[in-house]
Each structure stands twice: as C-alpha cells, then as structure tokens.
C-alpha cells in the first residue's frame, strides 16, 4: 500500500514530525506492529539543472534495532553535453530510418 504526500524541506523537520503524528498514525500507516517504512523521495536543484531519486529504507527489528538502507541516484537534466552526443544520436537515426526503407 502507498501513501504519498508532499514535504517542503523548507518548513523544517517539525512539519515533517507533525505529517507522520497527523496522517500516517491516526490513518493506521504507522503502528507499533510496523516492521518496514519505505521512502522513495524525488528532488530538484535547478542551479546545478540535477534530477535525483533518494530511497530510502527503514526496517525495525525487535528490541529497538533499526536497519537503514539508503540509495540515491542522480542525473543531469542536459540532454546533449556537448554537440559530439548529439551528432552521435542523429547518425544513429538516420541509420535506423535507412534500414527501416529497406
């Protein structure tokens, strides 16, 4: 089962405290019979022009033990770095379009 909900960085951990003791715990998302929380948090930063993947795992063990695991993937949002990639990408086409007229 999924529940999304949005997180502003920008308000600060008590809102996010005050999402987890207002949405997830009275919804029953979150008891105390939960043994895994898993995060999938997409993130931006339009100086740098990076798109990025955080997931993130929590598991619970029996006498207060936690378990993180933790992935983070990032990619740039140019799609050409420089025109040598893009020149590669166009032969590449016009060589498939060639074999696709045969």
Request: charged content about 20%; proline content about 2%.
């Amino acid at each position: 089962t999924n529940f999304d909900v949005f997180l502003d960085i920008r308000r600060g951990q008590a809102t996010a405290e005050s999402i987890v003791e207002d949405l997830l715990k009275p919804r029953g998302w979150i008891d105390e019979n939960t043994v895994t929380v898993h995060m999938d948090l997409a993130f931006v930063n339009m100086d740098l022009r990076m798109f990025g993947l955080l997931q993130l795992s929590l598991r619970m063990h029996r006498g207060g033990a936690l378990q993180k695991d933790m992935f983070v993937k990032a990619v740039t949002s140019e799609a050409y770095p420089t025109i040598f990639f893009a020149i590669i990408d166009f032969v590449f086409a016009f060589l498939v379009a060639v074999l696709l007229l045969q």
